[in-house]
């Protein structure tokens, strides 16, 4: 049972680098998330997909973007990166039932970025 | 804008015995779901119990159990007979449920650390 799966674990970048953190889920799940998680700052949104082909932004959008392409993958990109990307970066992904949801989200084991 | 507080940034319980985790949130929304998430060292996000807001009982999976006070706005988590294994950030998280078609977001406390005492 693969659940939500994230590659790579681990990744170094160096400031104004560009990277794709990549992220699948074989639940057949609708909704996918990415969030970033700071010491002492809890998980932070930064987009969401709520179904195949659409994409908002969280609490925390600035210097991402995300590309859901398609119902299994949901990837972040950093276009430039910069020391205040670093962080530890969750995907999850939720099911859907009706208008109303109250599924819990699914999380992937994370992508620890550090950003020199 | 929904908040989530965790106050208690640290706590400690000795190995058997129960510890109660406090969390309180502020929303607008008259239904949402509350949820306790653990993540231990593996850094692995488990969800532990979830509440729906229109339910008053108070929900409960084994050892975990919820103290949900709607009116106060308070959702705390109770661990009895603690074990080692318990041992974890716990995250207190919030969701709304507006029909929007967009799925429901969650918004996290930063979290409380729990050690277990053998």
């Known amino acids: 049972n693969a659940g939500v799966t994230q590659t790579p674990k681990f990744q170094v970048l160096k400031t104004g680098q560009s990277m794709t953190l990549q992220c699948a889920q074989d639940m057949n799940h609708n909704s996918m998330y990415w969030y970033r998680q700071d010491p002492g700052m809890g998980l932070r949104l930064i987009y969401y997909s709520a179904s195949e082909g659409t994409t908002d932004k969280g609490e925390v959008p600035n210097g991402y973007n995300v590309s859901r392409l398609n119902k299994r993958e949901f990837s972040l990109r950093l276009e430039s990166a910069a020391p205040s990307q670093t962080s530890v970066y969750f995907c999850?992904?939720?099911?859907?039932?009706?208008?109303?949801?109250?599924?819990?989200?699914?999380f992937g084991d994370g992508t620890r970025l550090s950003i020199l | 804008a929904q908040t989530v507080t965790q106050s208690q940034p640290e706590m400690s319980v000795q190995e058997a015995e129960t510890v109660t985790l406090s969390c309180t949130y502020d929303t607008s929304e008259s239904d949402y779901y509350l949820f306790w998430y653990k993540q231990p060292p593996s850094r692995q996000m488990i969800l532990v119990i979830r509440q729906e807001a229109y339910k008053q009982q108070n929900a409960t999976e084994n050892r975990f159990s919820v103290n949900f006070q709607k009116a106060a706005k308070s959702f705390s988590l109770k661990i009895s007979d603690s074990q080692l294994g318990d041992a974890a950030m716990y995250f207190c998280a919030l969701s709304d449920s507006r029909g929007t078609g967009a799925n429901s977001k969650l918004t996290f406390g930063k979290g409380i650390t729990l050690s277990v005492r053998p």
């Open positions: 999850a992904s939720s099911a859907r039932q009706g208008p109303y949801s109250n599924q819990p989200q699914h």
